[in-house]
Nanobody
């Protein structure tokens, strides 16, 4: 059974930084992409950043320059460095793992940007 677990969320002031981590474990066959999505209160879930196993990253246009995704294929981990955070970045951040045959989600980690 595959598990996806996020960590690193919390409360941060505007302009601050956070680093999210996601660990995937279990019988994982052929990871294709790992990435991050977020859902703000009252809004739909949206893609933040994803990275292929070959290291190609794609970002939401509005987040380029502030957020950086990275991954460690050997450890099945993906990270999201978030800088210059804004109140509108508040939401639940979900890790997503896509393999050749399935899609897995973590339970989410809350990020709150507020003074």
């Amino acid at each position: 059974q595959v598990q996806v677990v996020e960590s690193g969320g919390g409360l941060v002031q505007p302009g601050g930084s956070l680093r999210l981590s996601c660990a995937a474990s279990g019988r994982i066959l052929g990871i294709n992409t790992m990435g991050w999505y977020r859902q703000a209160p009252g809004k739909e879930r949206e893609a933040v950043a994803v990275m292929t196993s070959g290291g190609i990253a794609n970002y939401a246009d509005s987040l380029k320059g502030r957020f950086t995704i990275s991954r460690d294929n050997a450890k099945n981990m993906v990270y999201l460095q978030m800088n210059s955070l804004k109140p509108e970045d508040t939401g639940v951040y979900f890790c997503n793992l896509r393999t050749m045959v399935n899609v897995y989600w973590g339970q989410g980690t809350q990020v709150t940007v507020s003074s």
